[in-house]
Every structure is written in structure tokens, then in C-alpha cells.
């Protein structure tokens, strides 16, 4: 029997996230893990009058996946290689849905952080299509999330409950998730609001005592438009304004490497010392991937409160509520972010004790709530 709340969620990343009109070409990108829900898509798309193209890859229950397999024993040139079917699809389609589902979270646990670096500034080239055509309104993507039993391992749950949990991240039990993430596109107009025209940001508690600059910098309202769940503002901050400390709470998490207890110090923006309890060598390897990744792209506070745990998958614990998130590399254009990078990393903190963030001056956040007047 069917899950309704499949059916649910592929009406919502259709015809809320990403908005699919007749004649758009949809990039619908999955582990066949989840047919379910590339199933139920497929379907939406036609019925908005798309043209959905799914671009399957298999799941690494028992081998090694495609682009495994291309790390682990690809040449410098295969190694170097972009890929066509994605790159056309990034470049001239009108959308892109992609849906995690792997089967084995730790199978580039052993790969060579070099190889790794080396095809991350190849498909860079894919990241750096899908954020152009985005902010210029040209290219409508989200990304999302299935359940599947390595996912819920990894946030130490069984299937069922792991299942329930995705979602309700992703608020579709509500009997209109279109209406809930509408109300968090207003309740974040007012933060991003109060925001126009500031400068120094300052963020303090145990575990952080940072400054950045986001003069003349965009928030945007993270509200389900380019992942599900969402639930965060986010800005890209003044490349050489950022100063200061931060240690962070949970495992960061690129390319399949779990990088624990990750302190950063920043000088005039740039990392002028990185040091991690657990693979060390793989957070220093990676700040060495360009010119951009020892700056940040990234600066968001997380609002989704069904997210109250850390689980291992980024696209839920950089919203958890209560905590704030920088990225190290890529920058989103549409923010005013200038910083360029084949990485994109995400480290989190949690700021729901004793912590605060002061904008010009002003209580802007307190203890993982708003407090602005």
C-alpha cells in the first residue's frame, strides 16, 4: 500500500517548491532506493505538464555506486571529467529536484581526501551552473531527502521512527504543508526585515565569539523553495570582514567524512587556523581546495524546531532550531556573496544556551529565539 504521505510530499516539491509550469524540463536525480517517491514525482511533473527526466544512479547497499567507483579507480582524467547528461541539464533546463538516498552514508569514509578535492572542482562546475541560473530566477531546484535504513542508523532511530521524523521535518502530516511553509515565509520576513541596512553582526557563548560584516548583504528566506525541510535565513558574509573564534557542536559532514569537534579561527575572513578531534587531515586538505574555501560563503541561523536533533544529514541539521550554520566556500550570488569555491561545507552551532547575537549593537538573538523589537 502506497504511503500518503509520499504522495503528499511529491505534490509539495512540485507544485510549491519548485513551482513546475507546462513545458518545464525537470532533472529528477535519485538512487533507485527511492522509486517510491521518484515515482509519485514523475507523475506530478506530467500532470503540471513538465517533462520529467530522471537520472538514476544505484544505491550502495552491497557495491560501491557509480561516482564510488570513479574515486576509489578513476584515472586523473576520468577523475577530471564533467558530466554531460548533468551539466547540459544544469545549463539549459528550467528545474531540478534531486533526492538524497543513499544506502551506505560511509562508503567514501576511505577515499583519498586528494581524489576527492580533484572531482569536487570538476562537478564544481555543475554547482556553479545551478547557483547562476538560480539567482538569476532561471533555474528552479530543490533538494530533499528519503528515508532510508543507513539514514536512520546514522541518526540513531529505527526506520519507522526515522521515517515519522523526515516528515514531520518536512511538514507534510499537516493537512496543507503549502499553507504551514507559507506562515514560515512570513515569520521570516520579519527577522530579514529588521535586518535591511545593518552592519556587524557578533555572535557569543561558550563555544563562539565571532564578528562578521553583512553591510550591504541579502538574506533570503529559506522557506522551501530550494530544500525540504527548510527552515533558516541565510546571507553570504563581507569575504574579509570575518574575525574571531568558533568551535562547533556537531560533526561536520562533506563528502561522506565525518569531521568532529572542528575549531576555526578566522582573520580579516580568511581560516588562519582549523584543527578537528577526528579527521583532522581531511578538514586541512579540504580548506586547501582554492582560494575560497578558507572563507566563508555562508552565514544562517536555523528555525525548524522539528529538526531537535543532530542526525548525520546536512540538509536537516544546518535548520535545526536554535542553532546558527557558516559554510566554508561557494557563496550564493543572489545574497551578494562574492566568494567562489569548487566546496561548499557546512559546520553548525548550537546557540540554544547561554548564547547571543548582537546586530549593531542590538539584542537581535537570544538562546535560540528571536528577540528583535
Known amino acids: 500500500m502506497a504511503d500518503p504521505r509520499v504522495e503528499k510530499f511529491a505534490k509539495v516539491l512540485?507544485?510549491?517548491?519548485?513551482?513546475?509550469?507546462?513545458?518545464?524540463r525537470v532533472l529528477i536525480e535519485a538512487t533507485t532506493a527511492a522509486e517510491p517517491l521518484v515515482r509519485a514525482l514523475y507523475l506530478k511533473v506530467l500532470e503540471a505538464g513538465g517533462h520529467p527526466v530522471p537520472l538514476l544512479q544505484l544505491p550502495e547497499m552491497f557495491f560501491p555506486g557509480q561516482e564510488n567507483l570513479l574515486l576509489m579507480h578513476g584515472n586523473d582524467a576520468q577523475l577530471d571529467f564533467v558530466p554531460p547528461l548533468q551539466k547540459l541539464a544544469y545549463d539549459q533546463f528550467e528545474s531540478r529536484i534531486r533526492i538524497h538516498s543513499a544506502t551506505n552514508t560511509r562508503a567514501t569514509t576511505a577515499i583519498d581526501a586528494s581524489r576527492a578535492q580533484r572531482r569536487g572542482r570538476a562537478t564544481g562546475l555543475i554547482t556553479e551552473a545551478q547557483m547562476r541560473r538560480g539567482a538569476e530566477g532561471a533555474f528552479k531546484w530543490v533538494t530533499t531527502l528519503y528515508p532510508t535504513e543507513a539514514y536512520a542508523q546514522d541518526a540513531e532511530m529505527s526506520f519507522e521512527q526515522y521515517e515519522d521524523f523526515v516528515f514531520r521535518a518536512c511538514h507534510v502530516h499537516e493537512d496543507d504543508p503549502v499553507a504551514f511553509w507559507r506562515k514560515v515565509e512570513q515569520e521570516h520576513k520579519k527577522a530579514i526585515k529588521w535586518m535591511e541596512g545593518k552592519n556587524q553582526v557578533v555572535l557569543r557563548g561558550p563555544n563562539v565569539d565571532l564578528s562578521l560584516s553583512v553591510k550591504g548583504r541579502k538574506f533570503m528566506?529559506?522557506?522551501g523553495t530550494h530544500n525540504m525541510p527548510d527552515g533558516e535565513i541565510y546571507t553570504g558574509p563581507v569575504e574579509e570582514s570575518v574575525n574571531g573564534w568558533v568551535r562547533f557542536t556537531y560533526p561536520a559532514i562533506y563528502g561522506g567524512v565525518a569531521v568532529e569537534g572542528a575549531e576555526l579561527t578566522f582573520s580579516n575572513g580568511?581560516?588562519?587556523?582549523?584543527?578537528a578531534v577526528k579527521n583532522q587531515d581531511y578538514l586541512l586538505?579540504?580548506?586547501?581546495?582554492?582560494?575560497g574555501a578558507r572563507y566563508l560563503g555562508e552565514f544562517a541561523i536555523g528555525t525548524n524546531f522539528e529538526i531537535?536533533?543532530?542526525?548525520?544529514?546536512?540538509?536537516?541539521d544546518e535548520k535545526i532550531g536554535g542553532s546558527f550554520h557558516i559554510a566554508l566556500g561557494a557563496g550564493y550570488p543572489e545574497t551578494g556573496s562574492k566568494n567562489k569555491s569548487s566546496i561548499h561545507w557546512d559546520f553548525i552551532c548550537d546557540l540554544r544556551t547561554d548564547s547571543e547575537i548582537l546586530v549593531d549593537g542590538e539584542l537581535f538573538y537570544r538562546n535560540g529565539k528571536f528577540v528583535f523589537k
Request: charged share 25%; net charge positive; proline share 3%.
Open 221 to 223: 528566506n529559506s522557506c
Open 14 to 24: 512540485v507544485e510549491y517548491c519548485t513551482r513546475i509550469q507546462p513545458g518545464d
Open 270 to 275: 580568511r581560516i588562519t587556523k582549523a584543527s
Open 285 to 291: 586538505k579540504m580548506v586547501e581546495s582554492d582560494a
Open 308 to 316: 531537535n536533533k543532530f542526525t548525520g544529514q546536512i540538509l536537516f
